[in-house]
């Protein structure tokens, strides 16, 4: 069965750093998705990408974050200079458009330190 | 402001007792309900969605129901595997690619 994937599973940085975490959704979907869970918290999402631009993105996503599709397959998102309150697991999610049900990865588990 | 609330937080079973998890919500112009499983250190897993209230939808020992305000989800003989957090999140407006409101989830333990 298709699935989300995301790499790296563990990413550990110093505060300051850029960290890129990558997705490769699943391969005839058409609308992505990242959201974080900060640790004990809610899902909240971030940002949708759709037909190589965003869709929509949330207040938590500001000029530190970018989001790129730089092939048929990937999907990455960037923190510029990462802050220790950006530790979250980060999910990445695609949709395939027929459907209204976004598939989730397994995640990527990002420590500022 | 669209929100998401579950309850209880968390709710322990033996194996065998069924129970209800519960979802209220406060959307302007539901477009869908979706219920997740999320295994500890994993992604949500889909389990069903519901789009109007009456809808009923099952897979297994679970069973999703949907009011205009809120939803449940019975289970029904739980086992041990069926231990995890239950996420219920909402989506609004008009397209179905717009982003889900997660509530905080209900986390269950079945204990054997």
């Known amino acids: 069965e298709p699935e989300v994937t995301q790499t790296p599973s563990h990413q550990v940085t110093q505060m300051g750093q850029e960290v890129i975490l990558r997705c490769v959704p699943i391969s005839n979907h058409l609308y992505f998705y990242w959201y974080r869970q900060i640790l004990g918290q809610k899902v909240e999402f971030l940002v949708s990408?759709?037909?190589?631009?965003?869709?929509?993105k949330s207040e938590i996503f500001d000029d530190q974050f970018s989001v790129e599709r730089p092939d048929g397959s990937n999907f990455t998102l960037k923190i510029r200079s990462t802050k220790l309150e950006d530790s979250a697991m980060y999910f990445c999610?695609?949709?395939?458009?027929?459907?209204?049900?976004?598939?989730f990865g397994p995640g990527t588990r990002l420590t500022v330190l | 402001e669209d929100q998401v609330t579950q309850s209880p937080e968390a709710l322990r079973l033996q194996e065998g007792e069924s129970s209800s998890l519960n979802c209220s919500y406060t959307v302007s112009g539901l477009r869908g309900l979706f219920w997740y499983r999320q295994d500890p250190g994993k992604g949500p897993e889909f389990l069903f969605t519901l789009y109007s209230a009456g809808e009923e939808k099952e897979k297994e020992r679970l069973k999703a129901t949907l009011t205009k305000k809120e939803s449940f989800l019975h289970i029904t003989a739980p086992k041990p595997e069926d231990s995890a957090t239950y996420l219920c999140?909402?989506?609004?407006?008009?397209?179905?690619?717009?982003?889900?409101?997660f509530g905080a989830g209900t986390r269950l333990a079945v204990h054997p």
């Open positions: 990408f759709y037909n190589n631009e965003i869709s929509e």
């Open positions: 999610a695609s949709l395939s458009g027929g459907t209204d049900t976004q598939y």
């Open positions: 999140a909402v989506q609004a407006g008009t397209g179905g690619y717009n982003k889900l409101i």
